[in-house]
């Protein structure tokens, strides 16, 4: 039995996620819904991964930085997932620890982080391609690709460690009914027992910055790049540069939206607000492989030599005709 009574004296010990709404109603039908688009995120981000490792067309640094988002988010959705999944099957499944509610705040935050300042690269990569294509080779190494992609994760750690502890510093007393899927920033919050103004101004701050630091880079390469593409002479050759890109900013659009109604209203959580963290903590992993496969002339045809000519003939096979 969780306690919601207050107890300055003892500290909470674990917590309680109450979930997404509706689901309580038909648990058994949501399993089986999350179980699948899981399924389908893992495998379509293992199959984007095991693809651009194997063939040798995919080795431009593009693909490089698509390999690690197909990570990213392969392991965010395993972070919010599978304990979403067990708090369908049991109340015991929607509690969490207090330690394993830091970590998977950590962990989520680390990876949510990191996609942000990866896709800011991603940027980078195709303006760099499109506007300067005779340094690019020199300008996007093997060297250079390796340190970006080693800011991207380091970034992305000492942001999430940042919010982690001044999140977990706080004391929490009771209650302890996180009204939430997840351990995330603004619901935990709302439990704490002591003030929590400075934590919300630096989330506001801190995560205000490096999502609008990253999308105005983002903006700036798209505007250079759109110039550069217009003055392309022929339609054709508009066109098939410009398709280099629509996939990262299909991708972008999807992903900064949800965060920008969450983490600007500190205040507001609740089973209500859970829905737009669930696009782009779970339905968005799941639609990234497909964004880029259908989308990328050479990622489709880099899957037919992986899945062989005998794919050709099955469902799959005929996704990526």
């Known amino acids: 039995m969780i306690r919601e009574t207050e107890d300055p004296n003892q500290t909470v010990v674990d917590f309680f996620l109450e979930g997404l709404m509706y689901t309580a109603e038909h648990p058994s039908l949501f399993f089986l819904l999350f179980l699948l688009i899981y399924s389908i995120t893992v495998t379509g981000n293992l199959l984007i991964l095991i693809t651009v490792g194997s063939d040798p067309h995919l080795c431009s640094p593009m693909y490089h930085f698509l390999a690690q988002l197909s990570f990213l988010d392969a392991c965010l959705s395993t972070v919010t997932v599978p304990k979403v999944m067990a708090g369908l099957l049991t109340p015991d499944g929607k509690v969490i620890s207090f330690e394993g509610c830091a970590i998977q705040l950590y962990c989520f935050h680390f990876l949510a982080s990191t996609e942000c300042f990866l896709y800011t690269v991603m940027a980078y990569d195709r303006y760099l391609a499109i506007c300067r294509p005779l340094h690019y080779s020199v300008a996007m190494n093997r060297r250079m690709c390796a340190g970006l992609a080693g800011i991207t994760w380091t970034m992305g750690a000492v942001h999430s460690a940042l919010h982690t502890c001044l999140t977990f510093r706080l004391l929490y007393c009771g209650p302890r009914h996180i009204a939430y899927f997840f351990c995330d920033i603004p619901p935990v919050l709302k439990l704490a027992c002591a003030d929590t103004t400075v934590n919300e101004l630096v989330m506001l ?106 794919s050709r003939d099955s469902p799959a096979g005929s996704l990526l005709r």
């Open 205 to 310: 701050a801190n995560i205000g910055i490096v999502a609008a630091g990253c999308l105005i880079l983002i903006v700036i390469s798209y505007v250079f790049i759109a110039a550069a593409v217009l003055r392309i002479r022929t339609a054709e050759g508009r066109k098939r540069t410009f398709s280099t890109c629509t996939s990262h900013l299909t991708v972008v659009l999807l992903y900064y939206m949800p965060p920008v109604c969450i983490y600007l209203q500190p205040r507001s959580s609740g089973a209500g607000v859970g829905a737009p963290a669930v696009f782009y903590t779970i339905v968005t992993p799941m639609l990234n492989p497909f964004i880029y496969t259908l989308r990328n002339t050479e990622v489709k045809q880099a899957l037919r030599r992986l899945l062989g000519q005998g």
